[in-house]
């Protein structure tokens, strides 16, 4: 009693539809949000001084975590229609909360110089979060691989004779339920194509400058070879990142009084 959980009492399992996955601990994970909110209003009946209140939707579920990329990542082949993912979260001598049905809404990786590549991922859950789902089962733990900034590779426009300094990658995904009368959960999940890419590249300038602001019009900067590698300290591949049929939409040259003069491309692509 008034005691308190730390953070190595707490796991985090994962599962997905993939026999390649399997159950996952995830290691890493830097901070997790689980929770949900229900929609209701409140009704004036005619004749009644007092509101009730009823029921205005169905009930939003989500979870949401950040973790360092130190090998990898189990979530990112998880964007498919039938990907469906089930996770627990275990404290308390094993006491879990969990769900069966969620599935990944949007996936996120930044890397920079000087530090370890971060992932961000959001996940909508369609049945009922509640405590006793415990997919913990048996998991091989992972073994940990640490990138370092000489392992992490970007190709895109200008990044052989320039010095890439960073990178923000993410990517969305849209899953539409439905409902019948009598189910508190959605009957079917629809996967909506196309999944939306972004990505921002950060460069220190040597011999590029911006493009004309009309070029995308006028040539329509698309079909741009652009992907991302991360490996870590042993060579092995931790994650492959790409942008499917990329477009440069965007760039921003800044320069100051105390700093290199640096670029940023902006991209954007779909599948």
Known sequence: MYGTTLNYDSHFFLSGVNPDIGVKELSGVNSLDIGYQNASSITKPLGSVHGVTTVAGATSQ???????????DPLLSM?????V?????????NSA????SGYLTSYSVNCAVGSVPKVNASLVV????KSGTNISGSSIPPTIDIPSQGSITATCDHST?????????????QKIPYYTIGSETPVEVKHINPIEYSAAVQIDVDDIFLASG???????????NL??????????????????NASLVSEQLNASADGSVRLTLNYIGHS
């Open 62 to 72: 989500t979870l949401s975590l950040s973790r360092s990329l130190i090998y990898q």
């Open 126 to 129: 369609y049945d009922e979060m």
């Open 85 to 93: 993912v089930s996770a627990s979260f275990n404290y308390n001598n």
């Open 97 to 100: 909360y969990g769900f069966e």
């Open 227 to 244: 992907s991302f590698s991360v490996k870590g300290r042993g060579g092995n591949n931790l994650q492959t990142l790409t942008v499917p």
């Open 214 to 224: 009309f070029s995308f019009f006028e040539e329509g900067r698309s079909d741009k």
């Open 79 to 83: 964007t498919g229609s039938s990907s």
């Open 161 to 173: 004779t320039n010095r890439v300094l960073g990178f923000d990658y993410s990517l969305s995904i």
